[in-house]
């Protein structure tokens, strides 16, 4: 897996704070479109970062 960019730290650090969040509270928060956060979300899934149920 790449390393991750400043936005998908950011994407981290809020889940790890709040991991209830939807894909489209996430997105707002850093600026992004619900498209974009979600494919972050689906990349980290696949690399299993998350032991945490995220919904993504």
């Known amino acids: 897996m790449s390393s991750l960019d400043a ?3 950011q994407l981290l650090a809020i889940l790890q704070s709040d991991v209830s969040l939807s894909i489209e509270e996430l997105a707002e928060r850093v600026g992004l479109t619900k498209t974009p956060a979600g494919a972050g979300c689906k990349s ?13």
């Open 44 to 56: 980290w899934r696949k690399a299993a970062l998350s032991a945490a149920k995220l919904h993504c």
């Open 7 to 9: 936005i998908d730290r």
